[in-house]
């Protein structure tokens, strides 16, 4: 009797996927979740704005309690019913799935226009991640010569000794993509804008290249946002973010999520994601379901503060060079007005200095901080050449344009005049 109990469960696991019950109870678009209860709390006017599902979306009220916070459900472990009823509630495990952390997923997914995400412990687990769910050894990936250094430096000192190959190539041209294809090419890996030096990649013409030959498209969207710009929406398979930078934006915790466009898709990283331990707290994920509430704020002061440092840079005597997507100066303003919404361009920027670079580092005051993260409401500066690009081999650095001069800020909500002075007084001390 046992034995057959414990076999009709197990076929109903299999049934569809490692993750049936689980898949069906937790998805984002799926009809069982917890939130579907009838309340006055689920009456929404259609159709809201994405500030609005920023704030809302994804989050129900405690079913219970009514708390319009999502409980922190520091479990490790869920109690099952009955053998019959396993995943009945669409947990088990936390290492699967948390409630806390399948909130944040389900709010991810819903701001970035995907079918469901998997929240990680960082944005490079979130990268570690995609390559480990859609490459093996012997495929082929043509990726962007200019990524987040970390990104760099995972391919050529992990994948490639496991038997993978990458083509790192120019992407805001597509035809060099397209150039790059192989017959064993499983994955084109953009990032845009680049980080550091603010190269874009035109997502709708890449991903229509992807689609021709058969092949995933993931973007590594982290500087854009999805405030800024849904990869998803310009024909992407998959999404990138390092939650740590603006859905984060205070500093406080880290994270990363990687959003699939498809139920197939996302079967596949939450399966990777399941084997590897790759998971979030509880505590951080709550803290990221309010932080994030804030992200269409934060970026608007971030991008108005941006464009006029960069005017101000621009003209500046001792900068040779300031590059934001928002100048016209851009190479590729175009793109950037055509790809970027609501005219908005983020709040990175960089610039090349006349003079020694370390020395700014060393004699800029506050409210500039040293350090480096980004994304966050402190404005943080940072000489990338000896610090967030360092683990990139000197000849690829100077390929793409990251100078020994190359400085990269990150404006914070501060008053955009008390920045440009503080920079100003540092600049003429050079």
Same mark, same amino acid.
């Given at each position: 009797?046992?034995?057959?109990?414990?076999?009709?469960?197990?076929?109903?696991?299999?049934?569809?996927?490692?993750?049936?019950?689980?898949?069906?109870?937790?998805?984002?678009?799926?009809?069982?979740?917890?939130?579907a209860?009838?309340?006055?709390?689920?009456?929404?006017?259609?159709?809201?704005?994405?500030?609005?599902?920023?704030?809302?979306g994804?989050?129900?009220p405690?079913?219970?309690?009514?708390?319009?916070?999502?409980p922190?459900?520091?479990?490790?472990?869920?109690v099952?019913?009955?053998?019959?009823?396993?995943?009945?509630?669409?947990?088990?495990?936390?290492?699967?799935?948390?409630?806390?952390?399948?909130?944040?997923?389900?709010?991810?997914?819903?701001?970035?226009?995907? $079918? %469901?995400?998997?929240?990680?412990? !960082? *944005?490079? #687990?979130?990268? =570690?991640?995609?390559?480990?769910?859609?490459?093996?050894?012997?495929?082929?990936?043509?990726?962007?010569?200019?990524?987040?250094?970390?990104?760099?430096?995972?391919?050529?000192?992990?994948?490639?000794?496991?038997?993978?190959?990458?083509?790192?190539v120019?992407?805001?041209?597509?035809?060099?993509?397209?150039?790059?294809?192989?017959?064993?090419t499983?994955?084109?890996?953009?990032?845009?804008?680049?980080?550091?030096?603010?190269?874009?990649?035109?997502?709708?013409?890449?991903?229509?290249?992807?689609?021709?030959?058969?092949?995933?498209?993931?973007?590594?969207?982290?500087?854009a946002?999805?405030?800024?710009?849904?990869?998803?929406?310009?024909?992407?398979?998959?999404t990138i973010?390092?939650?740590?930078?603006? $859905? %984060?934006?205070?500093?406080?915790? !880290? *994270?990363? #999520?990687?959003? =699939?466009?498809?139920?197939?898709?996302?079967?596949?990283?939450?399966?990777?994601?399941?084997?590897?331990?790759?998971?979030?707290?509880?505590?951080?994920?709550?803290?990221?379901?309010?932080?994030?509430?804030?992200?269409?704020l934060?970026?608007?002061?971030?991008?108005?503060?941006?464009?006029?440092?960069?005017?101000?840079?621009e003209?500046?005597?001792?900068?040779?060079?300031?590059?934001?997507?928002g100048l016209?100066?851009?190479?590729?303003?175009?793109?950037?007005?055509?790809?970027?919404?609501?005219?908005?361009?983020?709040?990175?920027?960089?610039?090349?200095?006349?003079?020694?670079?370390?020395?700014?580092?060393?004699?800029?005051?506050?409210?500039?901080?040293?350090?480096?993260?980004l994304?966050?409401?402190?404005?943080?500066?940072?000489?990338?050449?000896?610090?967030?690009?360092?683990?990139?081999?000197?000849?690829?650095?100077?390929?793409?344009?990251?100078?020994?001069?190359?400085?990269r800020?990150?404006?914070?909500?501060?008053d955009?005049?008390?920045?440009?002075?503080?920079?100003?007084?540092?600049?003429?001390?050079?």
């Open positions: 009797m046992l034995t057959q109990k414990l076999a009709r469960s197990l076929t109903a696991r299999r049934a569809s996927s490692p993750y049936m019950r689980y898949l069906n109870s937790s998805c984002s678009n799926g009809d069982k979740v917890a939130r209860f009838s309340s006055k709390a689920h009456n929404w006017i259609p159709d809201v704005s994405l500030d609005t599902d920023i704030v809302h994804g989050v129900v405690d079913e219970k309690t009514g708390a319009i916070l999502t922190v459900y520091m479990s490790t472990t869920f099952q019913e009955s053998v019959d009823q396993y995943l009945a509630k669409g947990f088990s495990y936390s290492r699967t799935s948390n409630p806390t952390v399948k909130m944040l997923e389900e709010k991810v997914a819903k701001i970035e226009n995907g $079918y %469901d995400s998997i929240c990680v412990s !960082t *944005g490079m #687990a979130a990268t =570690a991640s995609c390559i480990n769910a859609f490459m093996n050894a012997g495929d082929h990936c043509v990726i962007t010569n200019c990524s987040y250094g970390g990104t760099n430096r995972i391919c050529r000192e992990q994948f490639i000794p496991l038997g993978m190959s990458f083509s790192f120019d992407f805001s041209d597509p035809k060099n993509v397209e150039e790059a294809i192989q017959p064993n499983k994955l084109i890996f953009s990032e845009s804008p680049t980080n550091p030096t603010l190269t874009l990649a035109d997502l709708d013409a890449i991903s229509e290249i992807a689609q021709r030959h058969k092949i995933l498209h993931v973007c590594d969207s982290t500087f946002t999805p405030y800024i710009c849904r990869p998803l929406d310009h024909g992407c398979d998959l973010q390092s939650l740590t930078k603006y $859905y %984060d934006g205070l500093n406080i915790g !880290t *994270g990363g #999520a990687l959003v =699939a466009k498809t139920p197939e898709l996302y079967e596949r990283i939450k399966l990777v994601q399941n084997m590897h331990g790759n998971i979030m707290s509880p505590m951080t994920a709550f803290l990221m379901l309010q932080t994030m509430k804030t992200m269409g934060r970026i608007k002061q971030q991008s108005d503060s941006a464009m006029q440092i960069a005017t101000f840079l003209s500046h005597p001792k900068v040779s060079r300031a590059v934001y997507p016209a100066s851009h190479p590729q303003k175009e793109l950037a007005d055509r790809q970027h919404r609501n005219g908005l361009h983020g709040g990175m920027l960089w610039f090349d200095v006349k003079g020694d670079p370390i020395k700014l580092m060393d004699t800029i005051k506050r409210p500039w901080t040293l350090c480096e993260n994304g966050a409401t402190e404005s943080i500066i940072t000489a990338c050449a000896v610090m967030t690009h360092a683990n990139m081999l000197r000849e690829d650095r100077m390929k793409v344009g990251i100078t020994d001069g190359f400085i800020i990150s404006v914070g909500i501060e955009p005049k008390d920045l440009i002075r503080a920079l100003d007084d540092a600049l003429n001390g050079l």
